[in-house]
């Protein structure tokens, strides 16, 4: 029996790095009959584990995951010119906003090994689920041991086959329309255009449950993708306006302006994510490289120093196709909405 069999609403609360994705949005999807993930990415694993205990506190036994970064490797060869020209695109606004642009750190992993330790030697939970590429064997092996679920992202039919060639538990199918970051295996890769119900036919065949992610804002659109075979649908841009949600002020305010559209970039980290094209989108994508961590390592004072100043136009204003159906209601009350 995998997770998705203990559900009583196929939805899962997606991990939304960065803030929004909470112990207490978690607690809510547990509480409504699904499930959801903190998200490890961009954190410390001293935070991971002061997460996972609140988590606890407020789930009781109820299972919930954890949401783990791939690292890209060593780029550093072929990205340091490029980031070194995009230093200079950004001086501009550096300078506005009186901040200091800081020296790359080319061995950035996001404390990868340590937050697998945690999740093996010291905190097993129900489900670790990987973004931005594919776990070791031995990695799989390790949470398989301690009775942890492994699921894994996929954005295209390569990446998928690889997965269920590991022997995760569920693939995640992340379609175009999803919000945040595409979930690419590789930094470079220019994601495809299919959305969920076309991206689905290519990967659910393999053996492997799928959780389908993407443009999610009515219970129509859940009902469809369950009935093109998924076994959940995971949700994100929907709760970013619930109370559980850790979701910023200056992001909360910017998924309100008027006249806004989203588009895939580069701009804040250096990987295509789906956002709303503001200020800093238009002043900065076509100059941004295709090299993470550096990228966002970058931008981060940039957009500290915009978040403190209240301006929506100077961060990253992640969002789904369906932003503009995003409610500011309990998330409980959105998932229940959103129940097939």
């Excluded at 205990?53 to 690292?71: E, K, M, Y």
């Excluded at 090994?113 to 973004?131: M, Q």
């Amino acid at each position: 029996m995998t997770l998705l069999d203990t559900l009583t609403l196929p939805l899962v609360a997606a991990p939304m790095a960065g803030g929004p994705s909470t112990p207490a949005l978690v607690a809510a999807a547990c509480a409504a009959g699904g499930t959801g993930f903190l998200a490890a990415g961009y954190t410390t694993p001293a935070a991971v584990a002061a997460e996972l205990a609140a988590t606890r506190d407020l789930v009781g036994d109820r299972p919930f995951g954890v949401n783990v970064f791939v690292p890209s490797g060593s780029v550093r060869a072929a990205g340091q010119a490029a980031v070194s020209a995009y230093t200079q695109q950004l001086q501009g606004d550096a300078d506005r906003l009186g901040v200091r642009l800081p020296e790359p750190d080319w061995s950035d992993t996001d404390a990868y090994d340590d937050k697998i330790a945690l999740l093996t030697l010291v905190d097993p939970v129900a489900v670790v689920s990987f973004t931005f590429g594919l776990p070791a064997p031995e990695v799989v092996g390790a949470l398989h041991d301690v009775g942890t679920q492994v699921w894994v992202t996929v954005t295209g039919e390569d990446e998928a086959r690889h997965a269920a060639a590991l022997g995760v538990d569920a693939l995640v199918v992340q379609g175009c329309d999803a919000g945040g970051h595409r979930s690419t295996h590789r930094v470079e890769d220019e994601p495809n255009h299919l959305d969920a119900l076309g991206l689905l036919p290519l990967v659910r065949d393999l053996g492997v449950p799928c959780v389908v992610a993407g443009g999610v804002a009515t219970s129509g659109d859940v009902r469809r993708l369950l009935d093109a075979g998924a076994r959940a649908v995971q949700v994100g841009t929907a709760l970013l306006l619930t109370p559980e949600a850790g979701t910023s002020a200056v992001h909360r305010a910017g998924l309100r302006l008027p006249g806004m559209r989203a588009v895939v970039t580069r701009a804040f980290s250096g990987r295509p994510a789906r956002g709303l094209r503001n200020r800093f989108v238009e002043a900065h994508d076509a100059a941004a490289p295709a090299v993470f961590p550096q990228v966002d390592q970058l931008t981060r004072p940039l957009r500290a120093a915009a978040a403190k100043a209240g301006d929506p136009q100077g961060v990253s204003l992640w969002a789904g196709a369906g932003w503009q159906a995003a409610r500011e209601a309990p998330a409980g009350e959105v998932l229940r909405g959103l129940a097939p």
